[in-house]
């Protein structure tokens, strides 16, 4: 603590991102990034912009890639001014929080969840109520129907992999008519329905996405929100009262690219989940309980052993996944789905600890 920080400083508890340790041979599946590298398309329209250009700024409201990320959700009728986009999904969040999710009456989200949301609360001063998951891992739409400022959750919700159904997102955005709802969609792209075709019908709707994930672009830094143009405008108002150009022209030119390739896109997309359905038929086998799951990560316990120690024992053995030292979901591990190689691997290595 210094005495030079300012009041606010003294009081927060940032959120700690999964480790990205330095070692070789590493079977790194702790942080749901994507096994696959990004589109070739990608890297080379990255290489184009990678030029004298780069001393002018960037344009500031990223209309072409606005353009780019409507034109990908043209068949839901999407606008280039119903698009919002920012330096990774975690900072269109953050300023979601800001400009959409602070009211008199507390945001609501699940108790188990994204860990980034109670920090954003924390940032801003925000009041939360958690809305408990149900016994068995899953949000039900009716424990919100309380008198709220907002909803968010992320669907597949994180890190349990479990979803909504777009019927129950309806419900519950039927429900709340005057109140903001966001959705992070960061993993729907494995599996599950997406919310961005309700957008046009539900003007309390926003719904959030990465391209950190199906896209394979966590380090490029992208993300962005579709929604009512108030909302967006809400976004953009905030947004320029903080940084003008959080989107500099390479992770411009590379997520453009990202999202003109639809055919790489389904292709890595389904070589995952295709993994995942062997990775949980494998982990099963080996007595492991595995939640169903739409992501690219499965959330699994095994009854007889130690996650804690589990987690070590495949530390020991060059393999990481994730464990969260809280409350109901401590003997749970999240396991982020690899190349069918890497999945093989994990599961030898159990194989081996459990005998
Ligand atoms: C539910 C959820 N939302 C948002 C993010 C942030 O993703 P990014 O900032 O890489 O776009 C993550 C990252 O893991 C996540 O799990």
Not at 104 to 119: G, K, N
Not at 241 to 256: C, E, K, Q
Request: aromatic residues 10%; charged residues 20%.
């Amino acid at each position: 603590m210094s005495r030079f920080w300012s009041k606010v400083v003294h009081n927060l508890t940032p959120y700690v991102p999964g480790e990205q340790p330095r070692l070789h041979n590493l079977v790194k599946l702790n942080t749901n990034e994507n096994p696959y590298g990004p589109s070739p398309k990608v890297l080379e329209a990255i290489q184009a912009a990678t030029a004298d250009t780069l001393r002018l700024y960037p344009d500031p409201n990223a209309d072409h890639l606005r353009a780019a990320i409507a034109n990908f959700y043209g068949d839901q009728g999407i606008e280039p001014r119903q698009v919002f986009v920012g330096n990774g999904s975690d900072e269109v969040l953050a300023l979601v929080f800001l400009a959409l999710l602070k009211h008199e009456q507390p945001l609501l989200f699940p108790d188990i969840t994204y860990s980034f949301y109670p920090v954003y609360c924390g940032l801003y001063g925000i009041d939360a109520e958690l809305v408990p998951l149900d016994e068995d891992f899953q949000i039900r739409v009716q424990d919100y129907e309380r008198p709220c400022g907002g909803i968010i959750f992320p669907n597949p919700n994180a890190p349990t992999g479990r979803w909504l159904t777009l019927a129950e997102i309806e419900t519950l955005l039927k429900a709340h008519p005057d109140s903001p709802v966001v959705i992070d969609e960061a993993y729907v792209d494995f599996g599950g329905e997406s919310a961005v075709g309700l957008v046009n019908r539900y003007p309390n709707l926003l719904v959030i996405h990465t391209l950190s994930k199906a896209r394979s672009l966590a380090g490029l830094r992208m993300g962005f929100a579709i929604g009512h143009p108030e909302l967006v405008e809400a976004l953009d108002r905030v947004k320029n009262s903080f940084n003008s150009y959080p989107v500099d022209r390479l992770a411009m030119a590379g997520a453009m690219a990202a999202m003109e390739d639809r055919d790489y896109f389904e292709r890595t997309r389904h070589a995952i989940m295709s993994s995942r359905e062997q990775l949980v038929t494998d982990l099963e086998s080996l007595g492991f309980e595995v939640l169903p799951s739409v992501a690219n990560f499965i959330f699994a316990r095994h009854p007889g052993r130690d996650a804690l120690e589990l987690s070590a024992a495949l530390r020991a053995r060059s393999i990481i996944v994730r464990h969260f030292k809280l409350p109901r979901i401590d003997q749970f591990l999240r396991i982020t789905i690899g190349t069918p190689e890497q999945c093989g691997v994990l599961v030898d290595a159990l194989k081996e600890i459990l005998a």
